[in-house]
Antibody, heavy 117, light 109 residues
Framework: EVQLVQSGAEVKKPGESLRISCKGS????????ITWVRQMPGKGLEWMGR????????NYSPSFQGHVTFSADKPINTAYLQWSSLQASDTAMYYC??????????WGQGTLVTVSS | QTVVTQEPSLTVSPGGTVTLTCASS?????????PNWFQQKPGQAPRALIY???NKHSWTPARFSGSLLGGKAALTLSGVQPEDEAEYYC?????????FGTGTKVTVL
């Protein structure tokens, strides 16, 4: 069974760093992209970008380029989304999604990030 | 910045049919944008329904279908069930980038 399991909710202060994770199981982790999606409270879905876990090649949406970093650890089938300096506007639910060439299928359960002083 | 636009809300009666559309600010949506559709219910992660315009995942109910219609991607729900009440999002591919639509809230009433 394909699963993407994300790390738990986080509460951080502005300026702090954070890394959240997404662990894949039940499939070849390096055979599919991992896409990251943001959903701010009460708002729609936003495509942040994606990473190829086989070589860590990444595409970033212009809206997120330079503010977040994707990474992957192949031996443990885990992808990461990282911030070096959080802002209050980063408060949102973040999802990881398995992606093939022209499709996305399995979603993680989401990680809620709250940034507040 | 590319904008993908959907109807904000639609209402349909149980057993009825409703069509949602997905338009691109860059022009007509084509099969090369590989339209994907997702359903999200309150408090839940989204669920994939349709990929590459009209292909269903193994779990997608038969009453959901995808197409291209008048330069837009479309998702049609036929024989709507109460459990279809949800937010629906399209996703379009633009080369290496992708953009979600603004979302359509479907109410079954």
């Amino acid at each position: 069974e394909v699963q993407l399991v994300q790390s738990g909710a986080e509460v951080k202060k502005p300026g702090e760093s954070l890394r959240i994770s997404c662990k894949g199981s039940g499939y070849s982790f390096t055979g599919y992209w991992i896409t990251w999606v943001r959903q701010m409270p009460g708002k729609g879905l936003e495509w942040m970008g994606r990473i190829d876990p086989s070589d860590s090649y990444s595409n970033y949406s212009p809206s997120f380029q330079g503010h977040v970093t994707f990474s992957a650890d192949k031996p443990i089938n885990t992808a990461y989304l990282q911030w070096s300096s959080l802002q209050a506007s980063d408060t949102a639910m973040y999802y990881c999604v398995r992606q093939g060439t022209t499709w996305s299928d399995y979603w993680g359960q989401g990680t809620l990030v709250t940034v507040s002083s | 910045q590319t904008v993908v636009t959907q109807e904000p809300s639609l209402t349909v009666s149980p057993g009825g049919t409703v069509t949602l559309t997905c338009a691109s600010s860059t022009g007509a949506v084509t099969s090369g944008n590989y339209p994907n559709w997702f359903q999200q219910k309150p408090g839940q992660a989204p669920r994939a329904l349709i990929y590459s315009t009209n292909n269903k995942h193994s779990w997608t109910p038969a009453r959901f279908s995808g197409s291209l219609l008048g330069g837009k991607a479309a998702l049609t729900l036929s024989g709507v069930q109460p459990e279809d009440e949800a937010e629906y999002y399209c996703l379009l591919y633009y080369g290496g980038a992708q953009v979600f639509g603004t979302g359509t809230k479907v109410t079954v009433l």
